[in-house]
């Protein structure tokens, strides 16, 4: 349904019950990166190509932080009076743009919104982009926390990964981060084309070196629409992948961080606040090329998705319309989409949560519990649900329990 902004709508009285509206958190996308890695689906445009209307350098960078904040512009009536407790600043490639636009882009976004005086603002960053004395003024713009996406340290994995970037050059951003913020991220992959448990070891033993506060350690899958989708390369077989996982829960627990979420280890204190708000079914607006927003009302939970091209984003949002899809959530599918989120969560999550995030009743997932209690992928208390170490190895299994009946 196409219906934008409609706060009218989204006021009105439904079938659910929410007691109380979930914490918000803002993303905010930046949609180029100076090469596409074949593994990739995000929503990511070469800049280069000169596609985009111009050459790497000449990103329409002022336009498109105007756009982003006439897209906040428009946003708020959906989000009017809630405190805002985490900013997202994701991609793409966001270090590719200046510290002075992002300076520019949260200034703006603290003048149209009640920020928390200690929110969380994280930005995504690559190696090889500048780093030196950019990730310092990135802190003077106030980010507070950096996510660097190394993915490996390894010069031969990097390469066919298609990484724009060398080992060499992840290690300096990590150095220029660890000089410049109390908190930060390496984002790494394993299970790459070629990879062996030796190289994942020294990969990991490598990232800890520099001790991280946090970790995130994805699974490299092959999406669809992706160059490894159409020309495969050789991996690592299943059995390799699993042994790998619990190399890593063994090295990043030896190092003091915890895993607290399927890909995500922190030490104590490091949690990533925004990722814990889409984990807890909290609440996001979600402004630039292709991003997607979950906004709660007092009667039901809706979903926006702005326009993917960032050309014409930017063009819709400086109109005051950068939506072009809004949905309600179906009442049915709220517990699968509850437990999408949640069960990746080594705490699980409180039934009073469930109830007080989805407006429904516990009825709504008593089935689905009992069948994954007799699974022994779940373990439960009188408050709470958590998976077992089995529910976490077959997540999807676990969560297609929640599926609606059709
Ligand atoms: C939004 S992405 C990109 C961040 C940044 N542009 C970069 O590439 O370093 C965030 C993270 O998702 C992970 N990722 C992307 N595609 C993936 C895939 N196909 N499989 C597993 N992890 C993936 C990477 O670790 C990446 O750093
Ligand atoms: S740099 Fe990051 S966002 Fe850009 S194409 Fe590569 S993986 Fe995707």
């Known amino acids: 349904m196409k219906q934008a902004f409609d706060v009218v709508h989204a006021m009105r009285p439904g079938l659910l019950q929410l007691s109380s509206l979930p914490p918000l958190s803002l993303y905010v996308h930046l949609p180029w990166c100076i090469k596409k890695c074949p593994y990739c689906d995000f929503n990511s445009h070469e800049w280069q190509d000169g596609k985009q209307g111009g050459k790497q350098g000449l990103m329409p960078e002022d ?15 959906l989000v009017w009076g809630r405190p805002v407790h985490s900013v997202f600043i994701g991609g793409g490639t966001p270090s590719l743009f200046e510290p002075a636009s992002i300076d520019r882009l ?14 969380e603002i994280t930005l995504e960053a690559n190696p090889g982009t500048f780093e030196k004395d950019r990730f310092k003024a990135f802190r003077a713009a ?12 390894n010069d031969a994995h990097l390469k066919a990964l298609g990484r724009v ?15 410049a913020f109390e908190t930060f991220n390496l ?10 448990l030796l190289d994942l070891t020294k990969d990991i033993e490598t990232a800890l070196s520099f001790k991280p506060p946090h970790i995130s350690i994805y699974h490299r899958t092959i999406e669809p629409n992706t160059l ?67 906004l709660s009302f007092a009667h039901r939970i809706t979903r926006q998705v702005r326009y993917r091209e960032p ?23 709220l517990p699968f989409e509850y437990m999408l989120n949640a069960l990746r969560l080594k705490e699980g999550f409180t039934l009073t949560d469930f109830m007080a995030r989805t407006g429904l009743a516990m009825t709504a997932i008593q089935k689905g519990l009992s069948a994954a209690e007799a699974k022994g992928l779940i373990v439960r208390d009188m408050a709470k649900v958590w998976p077992t170490e089995r529910g976490f190895d077959f997540l999807s299994d676990l969560q297609e329990l929640f599926l609606a009946d059709r």
């Open 228 to 294: 490894f989708a159409k020309h495969p390369p050789v991996l690592p077989e299943e059995d390799d992948a699993y042994a790998m996982m619990d190399l890593i829960t063994d090295i990043t627990g030896a190092a003091g961080l915890q895993r607290y979420e399927v890909s995500a280890y922190a030490k104590s204190g490091h949690k990533c606040w925004h990722n814990m708000n889409y984990w807890q079914f909290g609440d996001y607006l979600g402004i630039g090329a292709g991003a997607h927003s979950k």
């Open 106 to 119: 949260i200034s703006g976004i603290r003048a149209r919104l009640p920020l928390e005086a200690e929110a």
């Open 187 to 196: 984002d790494v992959m394993y299970a790459l084309p070629g990879q062996t």
């Open 311 to 333: 050309q014409l984003y930017m063009a819709q949002a400086l109109k005051g319309e950068p939506a072009t899809l809004y949905e309600e959530v179906k009442r049915e599918d």
């Open 63 to 77: 336009r498109y932080i105007d756009a982003l904040l006439a897209d906040l512009e428009a946003s708020l009536p």
């Open 142 to 153: 106030g980010v507070t926390r950096l996510s660097i996406g190394v993915q490996s340290f």
């Open 165 to 179: 970037h060398n080992s060499d050059q992840a290690m300096a951003a990590v150095e220029e981060a660890q000089a």
